[in-house]
């Protein structure tokens, strides 16, 4: 019962932010887990974060924490990913996630189309 779209990706040099948002249908927004994934170009498809239906219980992957924050506004059905200090190995499709609490991608039970950010040097 849940539709996702990604937005907010583009073209940004290192060292630059980006923030992604995804937007979420439904009546039931609220008791999803909300994740961020992405996946480069022969590469596996790999966490970056998640938040609980609450919105305070987060985590992220090692690769990111410190850069990259997750936030979530259930009155508005949208999930954020604040992309700060961008490094050219962050290139990927990045994907919004809906499901249970959990960083294995096989568990996730909606994914949104995806959202392309290309780091440049």
């Known amino acids: 019962q849940v539709q996702l779209v990604e937005s907010g990706g583009g073209l940004v040099q290192a060292g630059g932010s980006l923030r992604l948002s995804c937007a979420a249908s439904g009546r039931t927004f609220g008791i999803y887990a909300m994740s961020w994934f992405r996946q480069a170009p022969g590469k596996e498809r790999e966490f970056v974060g998640i938040i609980n239906a609450m919105g305070r219980n987060i985590q992220y992957a090692d690769s990111v924490k410190g850069r990259f924050t997750i936030s979530r506004d259930n009155a508005q059905n949208t999930v954020y990913l604040q992309m700060d200090n961008l490094k050219t190995e962050d290139t990927a499709v990045y994907f919004c996630?809906?499901?249970?609490?959990?960083?294995?991608?096989?568990?996730?039970?909606?994914w949104g189309p995806g959202t392309q950010v290309t780091v440049s040097s």
């Open positions: 996630t809906a499901g249970v609490y959990s960083t294995d991608p096989e568990q996730v039970d909606y």
